[in-house]
T-cell receptor, first 114, second 112 residues
Framework: GAGVSQSPRYKVAKRGQDVALRCDPISGHVSLFWYQQALGQGPEFLTYFQNEAQLDKSGLPSDRFFAERPEGSVSTLKIQRTQQEDSAVYLC????????????FGQGTRLTVV | GESVGLHLPTLSVQEGDNSIINCAYSNSASDYFIWYKQESGKGPQFIIDIRSNMDKRQGQRVTVLLNKTVKHLSLQIAATQPGDSAVYFCAENGDNFNKFYFGSGTKLNVKP
């Protein structure tokens, strides 16, 4: 596609519910990032994939967060047993090569946990 | 984590004036920096980048300056337009290319 696509755009979840957020990176992009952005703050790194390999997951806040990219293209960020503090915008970005220059972001998924 | 901060959280300029947005970073090992623009309800949009072996890079109406001595980055926007109104973030790569550290952002308001 022309850009990074994320779905859904908005998600409302009841506390304790599991959610899955999808990211379609730009075709051919090797690198994929997930970021979390709280209201009024800059994005915070969650995890990084190079093709299907998850090379860095140091930013995942707890073991309730899980990300995968099984075929090296589409990625899913799963949050189990959501809590109110998980409410944020989840951003996905992709970059053409492993040097990760010019990372392009999707529009994000706004998750609200009620 | 890394510390990337901005001196001015909000900047108001008149349409047609030049804008300067500043950013300080803390990791002297950072060798790649990006400026992003984020409009309300949208993801960050890449504006311009610079590597540490440069001190200046120009794009269309934008210039990024890097001062490694004082670990300072700035974004200059020439002839600011209403469409430039957004939040601007600087990001640094720290000591690897696998993640970027973002500042908290500067909101630019362009008055017509």
């Amino acid at each position: 596609g022309a850009g990074v696509s994320q779905s859904p755009r908005y998600k409302v979840a009841k506390r304790g519910q599991d959610v899955a957020l999808r990211c379609d990176p730009i075709s051919g992009h090797v690198s994929l990032f997930w970021y979390q952005q709280a209201l009024g703050q800059g994005p915070e790194f969650l995890t990084y994939f190079q093709n299907e390999a998850q090379l860095d997951k140091s930013g995942l806040p707890s073991d309730r967060f899980f990300a995968e990219r099984p075929e090296g293209s589409v990625s899913t960020l799963k949050i189990q047993r959501t809590q109110q503090e998980d409410s944020a915008v989840y951003l996905c970005a992709s970059s053409l090569d492993v040097l990760n220059t010019e990372a392009f972001f999707g529009q994000g998924t706004r998750l609200t946990v009620v | 984590g890394e510390s990337v901060g901005l001196h001015l959280p909000t900047l108001s300029v008149q349409e047609g004036d030049n804008s300067i947005i500043n950013c300080a970073y803390s990791n002297s090992a950072s060798d790649y920096f990006i400026w992003y623009k984020q409009e309300s309800g949208k993801g960050p949009q890449f504006i311009i980048d610079i590597r540490s072996n440069m001190d200046k890079r120009q794009g269309q109406r934008v210039t990024v300056l890097l001062n490694k001595t004082v670990k300072h980055l700035s974004l200059q926007i020439a002839a600011t337009q209403p469409g430039d109104s957004a939040v601007y973030f600087c990001a640094e790569n720290g000591d690897n290319f696998n993640k970027f550290y973002f500042g908290s952002g500067t909101k630019l308001n362009v008055k017509p």
